[in-house]
């Protein structure tokens, strides 16, 4: 079955950076587009960043020129390297696989950026 394991989550300080990563099982990993979403509390899940299985990536507003998201085909795991973190990306992060008939969540990592 289909499974994704988040880690590096944790509290930062304001300006620090922050490196999450989501290990993939179940499914043939390198053929799939994988993401990255976030819930801060109070507020509605929202894509961060995007990749295609050819690496083509996609960025929310917020998140350009702060955040990048890869891919390591051989491990089966997409990674979120965040930099410039600001308070406002405090949030539980979610790794997704957009699966054919539906939708895959990991459990979700804590971010927490201190001002």
């Known amino acids: 079955q289909v499974q994704l394991v988040e880690s590096g989550g944790g509290l930062v300080q304001a300006g620090g950076s922050r490196r999450l990563s989501c290990a993939a099982s179940?499914?043939?990993?390198?053929?799939?587009?994988m993401a990255w979403y976030r819930q801060a509390p109070g507020k509605q899940r929202e894509l961060v960043a995007h990749?295609?299985?050819?690496?083509?990536?996609n960025y929310a507003d917020s998140v350009k020129g702060r955040f990048t998201i890869s891919r390591d085909n051989a491990k089966d795991t997409v990674y979120l390297q965040m930099n410039s973190l600001k308070p406002e990306d405090t949030a539980v992060y979610y790794c997704?696989?957009?699966?054919?008939?539906?939708?895959?969540w990991g459990q979700g990592t804590q971010v927490t950026v201190s001002s």
């Open positions: 997704h696989f957009p699966g054919l008939y539906r939708s895959y």
């Open positions: 179940g499914f043939i990993f390198s053929i799939n587009a």
């Open positions: 990749i295609t299985s050819g690496g083509s990536t």
